[in-house]
């Protein structure tokens, strides 16, 4: 048939089952299926736990297809379908770790150069948690029946002397539990919750429905408009640019009762906000810079130093709403400061005739500081009520969805040859109330995370790495232990289609290995 290009697929497994199935495109839709015939017998997820599946016949089903009707607006459908919990974690690990949420939605969307208009509406796969990331943040999907939103970017006021950003949406949404406990999702139990002392402890066997409702989470049916204005002007010359600007969100819940989460919350929430966003840029070039050896040949240093500051109201506590969308119920008020520089090292490599421009070191160093530390982020005694990142991070381009936390923050990297990159970042946290409990990145008890590594560019289609990683999850092992992991791996390009690649990642807290990927 036309548009059509089918493999099929075989599964099987001595101990766990047989099946087969079909992944490709039909007349244009992108198709992906497989069954199994499960034996009854103890599988191991992904998460290394072991799940005996209640189910005989088991598998899963997505098709998505996408219309285009100019070069601006399309149509995306999404159908999806999971047998149970822990499917896809002994089935489709890969799959599991890297693939977004599934879900069965339409999307219609014309997104022009300055402004872009869509209407979704969308259902989770049947109440099952579809990827690890939703583990790691919140074990429920949203659904929206509709959602109508609009955005426009780039508008001026005044002649050209003010941008302005407009964002606009109204919806229907409920939130929908994934289904099953830790046990029939073949995760181990503080994937989901962590026992808060004043709140009721749960066994692993405890289904997510009861976890969410009990911390004040509702499946009832919301509905929610949303705008938020931002304008800003900037000032330069020569390397210098400052600029200033103010924003305004306003989130009205016109059905519903927020307070059955929070008694915080109203139906009624803004933030206002200013700040500015700073930085110059300093070269200085020295063209008799030669070091063969190193193939270095020319050098110029581009020293870049900024600040970037915000101070935001909001007219409801921070966090006293369950998350719909990050971007609104996630953003808080407060105050802070981000001061750094940026330093970038730049040479010419390649040779007489091939001669081009590369970084051979970048560097940026920085620190935030805001009014409130870390009071907002998530801890291990947190339960299933919602929390920042206990990582703080900055984002300047939306200051009301940082996440909070004084901290040092550094990240390099550096092209030793043409072939060889090394590369590394940490966050330090400074003046932290996080619980004293787990360990730092290299060793460093306030290190948040960090990681080092390298990579090689043997030949044009293959390449190798090596990266260390370590993550503080400020807890007791016992509950919570924090991760030091080495990965490496190497990775081959077949053709401009396809890909394969293989990576084992040790454990070197637990002198084991944790996986193996390969792709």
């Known amino acids: ?35 199994i015939y499960d034996f009854g017998n103890a599988e191991q997820t992904s ?58 939605s339409a999307y219609l969307v014309d997104a022009g150069d300055r402004s872009e208009v869509s209407l979704l509406l969308a259902v989770p796969t049947n109440g099952v948690i579809t990827n690890s990331s939703q583990l790691a943040s919140r074990p429920y999907q949203v659904r929206k029946y509709p959602e109508f939103a609009y955005k426009r970017w780039g508008d001026t006021l005044f002649g050209d002397s003010i941008a302005w950003q407009q964002e606009y949406s109204a919806n229907l949404m409920a939130i929908e539990y994934g289904s099953g ?6 995760v181990i139990p503080n994937a989901i919750y962590l026992n808060n002392p004043t709140q009721p402890s749960y066994s692993p066997g405890t289904v997510i429905e009861t976890i969410y409702q009990d911390a004040g989470y509702r499946d009832d049916t919301y509905a929610r408009l ?46 206002l906000a200013a700040g500015f966003r700073s930085s110059a840029d300093v070269m200085t070039s020295f063209a008799r810079f030669e070091v063969p050896t190193l193939d270095l040949h020319r050098l110029r240093h581009v020293l870049t130093p900024y600040v970037n500051t915000w101070a935001g109201w909001n007219t409801v506590q921070d966090l006293a709403y369950a998350v719909y969308d990050q971007e609104i119920e996630g953003a808080t008020g407060g105050a802070a400061v981000q001061a750094g520089v940026r330093q970038r090292l730049q ?32 801890t291990y005694e947190s339960g299933a009520r919602y929390g920042q990142s206990p990582f703080p991070q900055y984002f300047a381009w939306r200051p009301e969805l940082s996440q909070w936390g004084r901290n040092a923050f ?52 293959v390449s190798t790495f090596l990266e260390y990683r370590g993550i503080n999850n400020f807890a007791p092992d016992a509950d919570y232990i924090s991760d030091s992991l080495l990965a490496g791996g190497v990775n081959y390009r077949i053709s401009k289609t396809y890909s394969a690649s293989f990576v084992p990642t040790y454990d070197l807290k637990e002198n084991d290995f944790r996986l193996f990927t390969m792709n």
């Open 410 to 461: 550094a990240a390099f990297t550096m092209a030793a040859s043409s072939t060889l990159t090394f590369r590394g970042n940490l966050t330090y946290l400074l003046d932290s109330s996080l619980p004293d409990l787990g360990d730092g990145a290299f060793g460093l008890q306030n290190a948040a995370r960090g990681s080092f590594g390298a990579s090689m560019q043997h030949a044009p289609d």
């Open 347 to 378: 040479t010419m490599r390649g040779g007489p005739g091939n001669w081009q421009s590369v970084d051979w070191v970048t560097l940026d160093l920085g620190v935030m500081w805001n009014d409130s530390g870390d009071d907002l982020a998530r």
């Open 47 to 104: 998460a290394g736990q072991f799940v005996t599946a209640s189910d005989t016949f088991r598998g899963y089903a997505r098709a998505e297809r996408t219309f285009e009707f100019s070069e601006t607006a399309k149509l995306d459908l999404r159908g999806s379908y999971v047998s149970d919990a822990s499917f896809l974690q002994t089935w489709r690990q890969a799959e599991f770790a890297t693939d977004p949420q599934r879900e069965t």
């Open 1 to 35: 048939p036309p548009q059509t290009d089918l493999d099929l697929v075989e599964e099987a497994a001595t101990n766990w089952g047989v099946g087969g199935g079909r992944r490709g495109t039909r007349y244009g839709t992108r198709v992906d299926m497989l069954g």
């Open 181 to 186: 406990s830790a046990t029939s999702t073949g």
């Open 226 to 271: 949303y705008t938020r204005q931002e304008l800003s002007t900037t000032f330069g010359a020569g390397g210098l640019k400052f600029t200033p600007f103010t924003s305004g969100t306003a989130v009205g819940y016109v059905d519903g009762n927020p307070g059955d989460y929070d008694a915080a919350a109203d139906r009624f929430r803004a933030i």
